[in-house]
């Protein structure tokens, strides 16, 4: 089904609280963080393994479980992982990097990373575990999320027009203020999301 005027009725119903106002988050400035993370030195293939060998380390030895906040500074969005500790390894973080669309994601285990303002359009991350990761402020447009456990993730103000989401587990996740349009949801797994203020506009589902 494709969303439309005609079907104003039953948008809500698809997409929770999508009928209703997001958060204002207009000190937040969004063109700042793409241009920060776009023109930074793209991650190559071996740093992006190393990271998730890392990571992997970091959740391993107790760096899972922690919640992820947030702060603003200066018109920029940061996270900040809060409870939990890891003794061996990295936490993952591409937190303002960026990523080409050729580097391969497909099947990773990357939860409770962090990706806030990623720079990542067209990303290739089929399969991917995401779970409890911070996506807030991220340029993800065209990604491929397809088939990916994605559970209380927060993508809050995210550009994922017409990002792939088929088949993936999004119960729980934040897309308040997302830009959705074009959006691929069919056969996702939507309990508890929420979506004020995201824009929906041609989202299939």
């Known amino acids: 089904m494709i969303y439309n005027n005609t079907l104003e009725h ?14 204002d988050h207009s000190a937040i400035n969004l063109s700042l963080t793409r241009q920060l993370a776009s023109r930074k030195e793209p991650f190559s293939s071996d ?26 500074l200066k018109g920029l969005v940061f996270g900040i992982y809060d409870g939990a500790e ?11 990097a960026h990523i080409l669309s050729d580097s391969f994601f497909n ?13 990542a359009d067209n990303l ?5 575990e995401l779970s ?8 993800l447009v065209g990604a491929d999320f397809s088939q990916a456990r994605l559970c209380n993730s927060d993508f809050s103000r995210a550009d994922l027009r ?29 309990p508890n999301a929420r979506f004020p203020g995201a824009k929906l506009s041609d989202a299939k589902y």
């Open 86 to 96: 890891a003794t061996k390894g990295k936490q993952a973080s591409f937190e303002h």
């Open 47 to 72: 740093k992006l393994l190393q990271i998730i060998a890392q990571h992997h380390q970091f959740l391993s030895s107790g760096g899972a479980g922690g919640k992820w906040k947030t702060i603003l």
């Open 10 to 23: 039953n948008i809500s119903y698809h997409f929770p609280l999508s009928d209703q106002k997001g958060t």
């Open 132 to 139: 409890h990761s911070l996506l807030t402020d991220a340029f």
């Open 162 to 190: 017409g990002a792939d989401f088929r088949g993936a587990d999004c119960a729980g996740v934040d897309f308040e203020n997302c830009d959705l349009r074009g959006a691929d949801f069919r056969g996702a797994r939507l």
């Open 107 to 119: 099947g990773k285990a990357l939860p409770f990373s962090n990706w806030c303002g990623v720079f």
């Open 124 to 128: 290739k991350a089929s399969g991917i």
